[in-house]
């Protein structure tokens, strides 16, 4: 499935990058944007009206032209999803809202970012309905990449179905993927688990230096490593931090900044104790995350303080550290009356995120350090997608870790996008709390100021609060993955956002 | 199911082998003892029995008395301080801990200690319940025959007809919290069918004996016939079946935890859970793999020897 | 004959249903599903709701149940949410079925091949050096974790001697593309003779199918070894030693074709413990067949896939136990003239 509209996963989107592009993209080896298919943008007063200008010369993979009502026909068909197709452009769900028509159970419409799109010469002249200091940037997310509108129409890109529980592709997005980038669309052997991209000669910028990218389903890791041993393939993407060392002496190893975040949740739902403030900070305090980290994680991984890494604008280091202190620990819970606590402690088995490479290895590391200050544990383990993922946002654990890859450099893809802290009823259950609103409409009001200063002064304010006074979770660490390349393969730039260009590797001799 | 005729008679006739070569002189009580003292005695001399005896009774008492021989608590992280995973570095051997720290600091000395405990349980109890639940099934089809017959063996071939690591892996994976015991079920449950089989087909070479015929005439009651006739004298290869089942149990408990679907506990190490987490980094510490992986084959080969001189002492065609 | 055939395919297609409806109640009793499977951490509680509501997940099981029978009549089993998202589920299996075909063969190859002449000389010295080193590494080879011996095999001979592939079933750099006739990779170059492709092909096959073909190999040397024991005592064995008959007329029309019923029987049994071996070894070898389809299925809760696999691996199973059946009867005289 080739159609980044309808991806949400990383293994999707690899392919999709050499591929497609966007209006705007990312500067290599950082988040930060940078023009792409359009070239230069302005935006009126109140950053309601965006103009792109698209860049000229550019060609799909099927010959025909990009300009300004190929863009509009991108962003107009993403907007106009129904059905299933709706369900599957999870992205734009997250980051735009609503689709054209849609309603909610209530009857009224779901509001969406996006208003329209319209073709003024070569400028695509977008309106959005609020301002947001995630636009453009969330443009450049490989899911808005824009597609040749002729092979759009002509394989029928929008006829996504739900058959049984999976959904079925048109063949657009099984066998026709045509975009814009230095790769086009090869064959997928699946017989072998095996996609090709080949070079796309009609590439606007510099041509690909490989005339071949050959992507290959190996699903157990050591098998990836053995793999990259034997020289069976040039390179692997997320080795095991276990493995960072070995592989050092032998192969490229590059290492991408920590652009993740980890934390411990707490959900103040089901037991009463949780909700006083104590015994949450008894908890962080509990925690040492010092250790773990240097044990356990590769270097680069910090401690993290704020709720978000800290290249992303607004972290502040002046917060509330909770430094490991068992006896202050101790103390709290002896203040907060709670020396006999119990809490049902979730973690999830079948599962490796870049920012939780092992998580046995973490729960195991941070259940003896609660148990060690007198907290009994309820441990449940269950797979990730066979109960996990479902049980916390049912609200079922009292503690729990998840964790974030940004998608782009904003605060509120953390804090609202990833920990949903706008949105009263998410899995901490904030909103039980009497400050459960408050919080939810500084992040939103943080996320809608439109001068970048102030809006930076928000988050700096923000993060202070919620370490000393919401706590709703424990951030842990920010851990850097990696990526793994034969010594011969160079000129590839690690990016945070995963988001690498393959097309022009130089490959060496042996 | 309908393909499995050949399994299932390769099990019935085991069992009827071995069945008449019990009751085949008439008087059961002195033939019985015969044939254990004659099983001794070929037992004695084969050094098969005796290396698999000394592998089992060697882990058996270290399982027994591991809190005793462990020197730490094997959950605790206590030589965090000197692993740093990243820079491919475990706390090496020292004293106090003879093979150094796992992957997260505690010592893999006491955890393969306290390990055998687990193996054991895993290895006895998956082999109780499924014999338990064997015993049940083959004594009704074996005693009642008929229409119970029937039913119960369709059952049994249900089960039979799917690959046993697949049907292991299905009951396991139906337990939201995968645990020790969701183990111990999984792999049991994959042996009920095996041991029904072979007990029927023991039961049905005695209900036509000589000894229950005599029995029945002279008006003893069906209960009575089954417990101390039928049974007693059926019990011989399936404990041949049993000792080789324990090593069974342990190598598919094993494949379970390398598939994610074993204990995951974290208080309590089992071997093959320790296999399974040490796969991921096998040639970063292949020690750490190969510790329990060494550990796991040395017992399964324990029992498989010991089970097969058995086998071999018990064979009616060995004392020709 | 073709009676037994017909009756015995009857009693297949009965089973299957009983299979199928036992699957689609346990799959669904599984905690999790695709729709998890599918939004990750990034849904939100809402979009969880829509998307089962978009998979009629939260429909009545029976409703379920019912539907999904309905489909399967007009020939459509679903498609894969997983493995291969929006392929149909009877594609992933067929494209993927000669790779495991091809590597049990391979498995049992080695098991026979070895296991039977082994087996053989280890009964004709019975007691002797070599019939216990075979005994002993037949017990080691039981005594084995599966993945654990594939792990060693490939570090061995393909990460540090580098002489055979760790994974696969092809190369990606072969000189020009081997061209696909029947999915045998091994025989699609004998047939368009690109002996490269075939080589290829072949080498690919040999470590995953040790590793396959350990137990198997165990156990067919036992069952030969004690089986040519047997028959070597056999009282027409020692009529024909008596008779005069060379050793090699008495070898081979005695004592080898009457061993050679129990090591068919085995061999035939072998066949589904292969199936389920093919989940480890082929996860290990990241070999694009059934066993690793079968595990990813399973992770990611792909329910179509699973269905298809597991009704699909039951069929077969018995199917090769007919054909066991049948070829038994072609080997021992009496069952052929009944």
Same mark, same amino acid.
């Given at each position: 499935?080739?159609?980044?509209?309808y991806?949400?996963?990383?293994?999707?989107?690899?392919?999709?990058?050499?591929?497609?592009?966007?209006?705007?993209?990312?500067?290599?080896?950082?988040?930060?944007?940078?023009?792409?298919?359009a070239?230069?943008?302005?935006?009126?007063?109140?950053g309601?009206?965006?103009?792109?200008?698209?860049?000229q010369?550019?060609?799909?993979?099927?010959?025909?032209?990009?300009?300004?009502?190929a863009?509009?026909?991108?962003?107009?068909?993403?907007?106009?999803?129904?059905?299933?197709?709706?369900?599957?452009?999870?992205?734009?769900?997250?980051?735009?809202?609503?689709?054209?028509?849609?309603?909610?159970?209530?009857?009224k419409?779901?509001?969406?970012?996006?208003?329209?799109?319209?073709?003024?010469g070569?400028?695509?002249?977008?309106k959005?309905?609020?301002?947001?200091?995630?636009?453009?940037?969330?443009?450049?997310?490989?899911?808005?990449?824009?597609?040749?509108?002729?092979?759009?129409?002509?394989?029928?890109?929008?006829?996504?179905?739900?058959s049984?529980?999976?959904?079925?592709?048109?063949?657009?997005?099984?066998?026709?993927?045509?975009?814009?980038?230095p790769?086009?669309?090869?064959?997928?052997?699946?017989?072998?688990?095996?996609?090709?991209?080949?070079?796309?000669?009609?590439?606007?910028?510099?041509?690909?230096?490989?005339?071949?990218?050959?992507?290959?389903?190996?699903?157990?890791?050591?098998?990836?490593?053995?793999a990259?041993?034997?020289?069976?393939?040039?390179g692997?993407?997320?080795?095991?931090?276990?493995?960072?060392?070995s592989?050092?002496?032998?192969?490229?190893?590059?290492?991408r900044?920590?652009?993740?975040?980890?934390?411990?949740?707490?959900?103040?739902?089901?037991?009463?104790?949780?909700?006083?403030?104590?015994?949450?900070?008894?908890?962080?305090?509990?925690?040492?995350?010092k250790?773990?980290v240097?044990?356990?994680?590769?270097?680069?991984?910090?401690?993290?303080?704020?709720?978000?890494?800290?290249?992303?604008?607004?972290?502040?280091?002046?917060?509330?550290?909770?430094?490991?202190?068992?006896?202050?620990?101790?103390?709290?819970?002896?203040?907060?009356?709670?020396?006999?606590?119990?809490?049902?402690?979730?973690?999830?088995?079948?599962?490796?995120?870049?920012?939780?490479?092992?998580?046995?290895?973490?729960?195991?590391?941070?259940?003896?350090?609660?148990?060690?200050?007198?907290?009994?544990?309820?441990?449940?383990?269950?797979?990730?997608?066979?109960?996990?993922l479902?049980?916390?946002?049912?609200?079922?654990?009292?503690?729990?870790?998840?964790?974030?890859?940004?998608?782009?450099?904003?605060?509120?893809?953390?804090?609202?996008?990833?920990?949903?802290?706008?949105?009263?009823?998410?899995r901490?259950?904030?909103?039980?709390?009497?400050?459960?609103?408050?919080?939810?409409?500084?992040?939103?009001?943080?996320?809608?100021?439109?001068?970048?200063?102030?809006?930076?002064?928000?988050?700096?304010?923000?993060?202070?609060k919620?370490?000393?006074?919401?706590?709703?979770?424990?951030?842990?660490?920010?851990?850097?993955?990696?990526?793994?390349?034969?010594?011969?393969?160079?000129?590839?730039?690690?990016?945070?956002?995963?988001?690498?260009?393959?097309?022009?590797?130089?490959?060496?001799?042996? | 199911?309908?393909?499995?005729?050949?399994?299932?008679?390769?099990?019935?006739?085991?069992?009827?082998?071995?069945?008449?070569?019990?009751?085949?002189?008439?008087?059961?009580?002195?033939?019985?003892?015969?044939?254990?003292?004659?099983?001794?005695?070929?037992?004695?001399?084969s050094?098969?029995?005796?290396?698999?005896?000394?592998?089992?009774?060697?882990?058996?008492?270290?399982?027994?008395?591991?809190?005793?021989?462990?020197?730490?608590?094997?959950?605790?992280?206590?030589?965090?301080?000197?692993?740093?995973?990243?820079?491919?570095?475990?706390?090496?051997?020292?004293?106090?801990?003879?093979?150094?720290?796992?992957?997260?600091?505690?010592?893999?000395?006491?955890?393969?200690?306290?390990?055998?405990r687990?193996?054991?349980?895993?290895?006895?109890?998956?082999?109780?319940?499924?014999?338990t639940?064997?015993?049940?099934l083959?004594?009704?089809?074996?005693?009642?025959?008929?229409?119970?017959?029937?039913?119960?063996?369709?059952?049994?071939?249900?089960?039979?007809?799917?690959?046993?690591?697949?049907?292991?892996?299905?009951?396991?994976?139906?337990?939201?919290?995968?645990?020790?015991?969701?183990?111990?079920?999984?792999?049991?449950?994959?042996?009920?069918?095996?041991f029904?089989?072979?007990?029927?087909?023991?039961?049905?070479?005695?209900?036509?004996?000589?000894?229950?015929?005599?029995?029945?005439?002279?008006?003893?009651?069906?209960?009575?016939?089954?417990?101390?006739?039928?049974?007693?004298?059926?019990?011989?290869?399936?404990?041949?079946?049993?000792?080789?089942?324990?090593?069974?149990?342990?190598?598919?408990a094993?494949?379970?935890?390398?598939?994610?679907?074993?204990?995951?506990?974290?208080?309590?190490?089992?071997?093959?859970?320790?296999?399974?987490?040490?796969?991921?980094?096998?040639?970063?510490?292949?020690?750490?793999?190969?510790?329990p992986?060494?550990?796991?084959?040395?017992?399964?080969?324990?029992?498989?020897?010991?089970?097969e001189?058995?086998?071999?002492?018990?064979?009616?065609?060995?004392?020709? | 004959?073709?009676?037994?055939?017909?009756?015995?395919?009857?009693?297949?297609?009965? *089973?299957? =249903?009983?299979?199928? $409806? #036992?699957? /689609?109640?346990?799959?669904?009793? +599984?905690?999790?599903? @695709? %729709? !998890?499977?599918?939004?990750?951490?990034?849904?939100?509680?809402?979009?969880?709701?829509a998307?089962?509501?978009?998979?009629?997940?939260?429909?009545?099981?029976?409703?379920?149940?019912?539907?999904?029978?309905?489909?399967?009549?007009?020939?459509?089993?679903?498609?894969?949410?997983?493995?291969?998202?929006?392929?149909?589920?009877?594609?992933?299996?067929?494209?993927?079925?000669?790779?495991t075909?091809e590597?049990?063969?391979?498995?049992?190859?080695?098991?026979?091949?070895?296991?039977?002449?082994?087996?053989?000389?280890?009964?004709?010295?019975?007691?002797?050096?070599?019939?216990?080193?075979?005994?002993?590494?037949?017990l080691?080879?039981?005594?084995?974790? *599966?993945f =654990?011996?594939?792990? $060693? #095999?490939? /570090?061995v001979?393909?990460?540090k +001697?580098?002489?055979? @592939? %760790? !994974?696969?079933r092809?190369?990606?750099?072969?000189?020009?593309p081997?061209?696909?006739?029947?999915?045998?990779?091994?025989?699609?170059?004998?047939?368009t003779?690109?002996?490269?492709?075939?080589?290829?092909?072949?080498?690919?096959?040999?470590?995953?199918?040790?590793?396959?073909?350990?137990?198997?190999?165990?156990?067919?040397?036992?069952?030969?070894?004690?089986?040519?024991?047997?028959?070597q005592?056999?009282?027409?064995?020692?009529?024909?030693?008596?008779?005069?008959?060379?050793?090699q007329?008495?070898?081979r029309?005695?004592?080898?074709?009457?061993?050679?019923?129990?090591?068919?029987?085995?061999?035939?049994?072998?066949?589904?413990?292969?199936?389920?071996?093919?989940?480890?070894?082929?996860?290990?070898?990241?070999?694009?067949?059934?066993?690793?389809?079968?595990?990813?299925?399973?992770?990611?809760?792909?329910?179509?896939?699973?269905?298809?696999?597991?009704?699909?691996?039951?069929?077969?199973?018995?199917?090769?136990?007919?054909?066991?059946?049948?070829?038994?009867?072609?080997?021992?005289?009496?069952?052929?003239?009944?």
């Amino acid at each position: 499935m080739f159609d980044p509209l309808y991806a949400t996963d990383g293994e999707s989107f690899r392919p999709v990058r050499q591929m497609m592009e966007g209006l705007v993209g990312f500067k290599p080896g950082t988040a930060d944007v940078e023009p792409k298919l359009a070239e230069s943008w302005t935006n009126s007063a109140d950053g309601l009206t965006w103009n792109f200008k698209i860049r000229q010369g550019v060609t799909f993979h099927d010959g025909t032209k990009l300009d300004a009502a190929a863009v509009c026909y991108n962003l107009d068909r993403m907007y106009s999803q129904t059905g299933a197709g709706a369900t599957q452009a999870q992205y734009w769900a997250d980051n735009m809202g609503g689709f054209k028509g849609q309603k909610d159970d209530a009857g009224k419409d779901v509001p969406s970012l996006y208003k329209s799109c319209t073709a003024d010469g070569d400028t695509a002249v977008v309106k959005i309905s609020a301002y947001t200091s995630k636009f453009p940037a969330l443009l450049g997310l490989p899911s808005f990449s824009i597609q040749s509108p002729t092979a759009l129409k002509k394989y029928d890109a929008n006829n996504v179905q739900a058959s049984g529980e999976a959904f079925t592709y048109p063949a657009y997005a099984m066998e026709h993927p045509t975009g814009t980038g230095p790769m086009q669309f090869g064959k997928y052997d699946k017989t072998n688990g095996v996609i090709e991209l080949d070079r796309y000669d009609g590439y606007w910028g510099d041509k690909a230096t490989v005339s071949k990218i050959l992507f290959k389903v190996i699903p157990d890791e050591t098998a990836r490593k053995q793999a990259l041993q034997a020289g069976t393939i040039d390179g692997y993407d997320l080795p095991n931090p276990a493995d960072w060392d070995s592989l050092k002496a032998d192969y490229n190893l590059l290492i991408r900044p920590a652009f993740n975040i980890l934390y411990l949740g707490i959900d103040m739902k089901n037991n009463p104790a949780l909700k006083d403030l104590k015994v949450r900070q008894a908890i962080a305090y509990a925690l040492n995350r010092k250790d773990f980290v240097a044990s356990q994680l590769p270097e680069g991984a910090t401690v993290a303080l704020n709720n978000y890494p800290d290249t992303v604008d607004g972290w502040t280091k002046d917060v509330e550290p909770y430094d490991y202190n068992p006896d202050k620990a101790k103390q709290l819970l002896t203040e907060a009356g709670q020396t006999n606590l119990t809490l049902n402690f979730w973690w999830p088995t079948e599962v490796s995120r870049p920012y939780m490479p092992d998580p046995k290895s973490v729960f195991t590391a941070f259940s003896a350090d609660l148990q060690a200050v007198g907290i009994k544990l309820n441990v449940t383990s269950k797979p990730w997608n066979g109960g996990y993922l479902d049980g916390v946002e049912a609200n079922k654990p009292d503690l729990f870790f998840l964790g974030w890859t940004g998608d782009y450099n904003t605060p509120d893809n953390f804090l609202g996008g990833s920990l949903a802290l706008n949105n009263p009823e998410n899995r901490f259950d904030t909103g039980s709390q009497p400050w459960g609103k408050t919080l939810a409409s500084e992040v939103a009001a943080a996320d809608a100021e439109p001068d970048t200063a102030k809006r930076n002064a928000m988050y700096v304010e923000l993060n202070k609060k919620l370490a000393s006074e919401y706590l709703p979770d424990i951030p842990i660490s920010s851990s850097p993955p990696a990526l793994v390349l034969a010594k011969n393969v160079t000129g590839v730039v690690a990016s945070p956002l995963t988001d690498e260009d393959y097309a022009h590797a130089v490959i060496g001799q042996k | 199911m309908v393909g499995l005729t050949k399994k299932k008679e390769r099990i019935d006739q085991l069992a009827a082998s071995s069945a008449t070569a019990v009751v085949d002189p008439t008087d059961v009580e002195s033939s019985g003892g015969s044939i254990l003292a004659d099983a001794w005695r070929r037992l004695r001399v084969s050094p098969v029995f005796w290396i698999g005896a000394v592998i089992i009774s060697v882990f058996v008492l270290i399982a027994i008395f591991a809190d005793v021989i462990a020197p730490h608590d094997p959950g605790e992280l206590l030589l965090r301080s000197q692993t740093r995973l990243a820079r491919n570095q475990l706390a090496p051997p020292q004293p106090g801990f003879p093979l150094g720290g796992d992957q997260l600091g505690r010592d893999l000395f006491s955890r393969l200690v306290i390990g055998s405990r687990q193996t054991l349980l895993v290895g006895v109890f998956a082999t109780l319940i499924g014999f338990t639940g064997g015993l049940i099934l083959g004594t009704l089809a074996g005693a009642f025959g008929g229409k119970v017959d029937t039913v119960v063996m369709r059952l049994v071939d249900v089960l039979l007809s799917i690959p046993s690591l697949l049907l292991a892996i299905s009951i396991a994976a139906l337990f939201a919290n995968p645990s020790q015991t969701s183990v111990i079920i999984a792999v049991s449950v994959v042996q009920i069918p095996v041991f029904a089989r072979l007990l029927r087909g023991q039961m049905l070479a005695q209900r036509e004996s000589d000894h229950v015929l005599a029995a029945r005439a002279l008006g003893v009651k069906r209960a009575p016939i089954v417990f101390r006739h039928m049974l007693p004298n059926s019990l011989s290869p399936v404990i041949v079946q049993a000792t080789l089942v324990v090593a069974i149990s342990i190598i598919d408990a094993a494949a379970l935890s390398f598939l994610g679907l074993g204990s995951q506990s974290v208080k309590v190490p089992e071997w093959g859970q320790m296999l399974g987490e040490a796969q991921q980094k096998i040639d970063s510490y292949p020690h750490l793999a190969f510790w329990p992986a060494g550990c796991i084959i040395v017992v399964a080969l324990g029992f498989t020897l010991l089970g097969e001189s058995l086998r071999e002492a018990l064979d009616p065609k060995n004392r020709r | 004959m073709l009676r037994y055939i017909v009756r015995r395919l009857i009693q297949l297609v009965v *089973v299957m =249903f009983v299979l199928s $409806l #036992l699957l /689609f109640l346990w799959l669904r009793s +599984l905690p999790g599903g @695709p %729709d !998890s499977a599918i939004c990750g951490e990034r849904c939100t509680p809402d979009q969880r709701v829509a998307m089962r509501h978009a998979l009629g997940m939260d429909q009545p099981i029976w409703v379920q149940y019912f539907k999904y029978m309905g489909r399967v009549f007009t020939g459509n089993f679903g498609y894969s949410s997983g493995v291969e998202p929006g392929t149909p589920a009877i594609e992933v299996f067929l494209h993927r079925l000669p790779a495991t075909i091809e590597l049990t063969i391979g498995a049992l190859i080695f098991a026979i091949v070895l296991g039977i002449p082994l087996g053989y000389f280890a009964a004709r010295r019975k007691g002797g050096i070599f019939d216990n080193l075979g005994i002993i590494s037949s017990l080691v080879g039981i005594a084995i974790p *599966v993945f =654990f011996l594939a792990y $060693l #095999l490939k /570090f061995v001979f393909a990460v540090k +001697l580098g002489w055979l @592939p %760790d !994974s696969g079933r092809q190369s990606t750099d072969l000189a020009q593309p081997a061209t696909r006739v029947t999915g045998f990779f091994v025989l699609d170059g004998l047939i368009t003779r690109e002996w490269d492709a075939s080589w290829d092909a072949f080498r690919h096959l040999i470590l995953p199918s040790i590793a396959l073909g350990t137990i198997p190999f165990a156990v067919i040397f036992r069952i030969t070894r004690s089986s040519v024991i047997d028959v070597q005592n056999e009282d027409y064995v020692r009529t024909a030693e008596a008779k005069g008959l060379t050793t090699q007329v008495i070898r081979r029309r005695h004592i080898l074709r009457n061993a050679m019923l129990p090591v068919v029987t085995v061999t035939g049994l072998q066949v589904g413990a292969l199936l389920a071996g093919a989940v480890l070894t082929e996860t290990v070898f990241a070999y694009p067949g059934l066993g690793q389809a079968t595990a990813i299925a399973f992770q990611l809760r792909d329910f179509a896939v699973l269905q298809v696999l597991v009704l699909a691996s039951a069929a077969t199973y018995t199917l090769v136990n007919l054909v066991v059946d049948l070829s038994y009867a072609l080997i021992d005289p009496r069952i052929r003239t009944r």
